[in-house]
């Protein structure tokens, strides 16, 4: 993950800002329930965003950085997300354990009515007890998390540069020092 992301995020040789961007909006769009899509989503989103100085951002850290969601991670995340939906939409005696939510899965009409009708509140049934939950439950987590990575990256980024400068200014008086004549 180190050599994947981290390292590639700080020898970009673009703006500390505009990398950092690229980690916000792949961070954002990672940590959404649209695995499978996100990296359309972020070539969509960037293509978009590329022609103004200030929404650009960097494209390959934006698509590296959405992989933080996985076949792993998307279980866990996804649970994340229902929980927080259900405490958004305020129903709070919903929220449950894990068992409970892999639960939502079992549809206990099936092949009651005609197989349209069966599919049909069968989506309903998933909208309401799990997607609606989830479709609002990601927006925090996106929000939080990709300000968190946007500030943590530029950070990084710019100490890199720092001690880089720091560096060489040291490296530099040195040189002048044992430079003969001086």
Do not use: C
Not at 40 to 58: D, E, G, Q
Not at 141 to 168: C, F
């Amino acid at each position: 993950m180190r050599y994947k992301l981290v390292v590639p995020m700080k020898r970009s040789p673009h703006p500390p800002e505009y990398t950092a961007r690229g980690v916000f909006w792949g961070v954002f769009w990672g940590l959404t329930p649209l695995v499978g899509i996100q990296m359309p989503i972020v070539t969509a989103h960037w293509l978009l965003f590329r022609l103004h100085p200030k929404t650009s951002f960097h494209l390959i850290q934006g698509l590296a950085w959405v992989w933080i969601s996985n076949v792993f991670t998307m279980v866990p995340m996804y649970y994340g997300f229902y929980v927080t939906g259900q405490v958004m939409l305020g129903r709070f005696r919903h929220v449950s354990g894990y068992d409970s939510f892999s639960k939502l899965f079992n549809f206990a009409a099936w092949q009651e009515d005609t197989f349209w009708e069966t599919i049909t509140h069968y989506f309903e049934y998933v909208w309401e007890q799990f997607g609606l939950p989830l479709a609002v439950g990601w927006i925090p987590w996106a929000v939080a998390g990709g300000w968190v990575g946007y500030r943590l990256s530029l950070k990084i980024i710019r100490d890199r540069r720092q001690r880089i400068l720091a560096k060489r200014l040291r490296d530099s008086l040195a040189a002048d020092d044992t430079a003969p004549g001086a």
